[in-house]
């Protein structure tokens, strides 16, 4: 069975985007073992430096490196963005090639440290357009459970 491992800076605040996740945690447990590790975002000051920002990104990379395994996908920005057939196809591939387990990062809202991109099997971008770290982690879960179900021929994906 296939491993999904989510690492994400910072943790829910809403009570309704945590539902959301577990939702589709729930669902997902017919197809992958699913892992969560919701790490501490750096705290920094009002008005950063881009010192202490880089400082703050490689104290959280430090962080995630401890729960990074397998086919590594950072989402990034200047990532690829994918179709959802497409994703599906990676996850597909990765787990046809060996790799039992796919690591997706979301760092904070500074990005992630490029040692993290740079271990990365693929960047991600969901958009070019901006979206809350929080509803990220939700639609990122929600494609996740979409890839599964497109891989199985499921009627979730219309």
Known sequence: ??????VAIGKLKEEYL?????????????????E???????????????KEIAS????????IKRYA????VPMCIEGKQ??????SEKITDAGVSGQSTVTFVIGSSFGLDPEIKAMGTLKL?????????QLARVMLIEQIYRAFQIAEGGKYHK
Do not use: W
């Open 1 to 6: 069975m296939m491993n999904i491992v989510l």
């Open 18 to 34: 945590r539902s959301a996740c577990a939702e589709y945690i729930k669902r997902l447990g017919r197809y992958c073992t699913f």
């Open 36 to 50: 969560l590790h919701e790490l501490d975002e750096c705290r920094l000051s009002d008005n950063p430096s881009e």
């Open 56 to 63: 703050a990104l490689k104290k959280e990379a430090e962080q």
């Open 69 to 72: 395994k397998g086919m590594i």
């Open 82 to 87: 994918l179709s959802s057939p497409e994703l």
């Open 125 to 133: 971008s969901m958009s070019k357009m901006t979206f809350p770290h």
